[in-house]
């Protein structure tokens, strides 16, 4: 099992910046790709941002050149480093880590992706 706390949302005035992070505990030795997704009121959830354990990164149009993705492998953590906040970014972000296949005491263990809880990101205009 892999556990995911997410923190650092909050409220911000257009054009401001915040930073998320998530913090992944448990059976993290099987996580490659992490990454931030978010979901409006009314919409479907959308991918921000995702990151794999050797650095790649790829990023919804929308945020490119204001939102940034990063890892710190030693602390088991990513970060979504959101800056020029608009109202539009205004959602819950979740964070998400993809558990590859893998093998372990005899057993087969599929691809499972586990989820954060959610924290809040309000953009007042």
């Known amino acids: 099992q892999v556990q995911l706390v997410e923190s650092g949302g909050g409220l911000v005035q257009a054009g401001g910046s915040l930073r998320l992070s998530c913090a992944a505990s448990?059976?993290?030795?099987?996580?490659?790709?992490m990454g931030w997704y978010r979901q409006a009121p009314g919409k479907q959830r959308e991918l921000v941002a995702a990151?794999?354990?050797?650095?790649?990164?790829n990023y919804a149009e929308s945020v490119k050149g204001r939102i940034t993705i990063s890892r710190d492998n030693a602390k088991n953590t990513v970060y979504l480093q959101m800056n020029s906040l608009k109202a539009e970014d205004t959602a819950v972000y979740f964070c998400?880590?993809?558990?590859?296949?893998?093998?372990?005491?005899?057993?087969?263990?599929?691809?499972?992706?586990?989820w954060g809880q959610g924290t809040q990101v309000t953009v007042s205009s």
């Open positions: 998400k880590a993809v558990r590859e296949p893998y093998y372990s005491g005899g057993y087969y263990y599929t691809r499972h992706d586990y």
């Open positions: 448990g059976s993290i030795f099987s996580i490659n790709k």
């Open positions: 990151v794999t354990s050797g650095g790649s990164t």
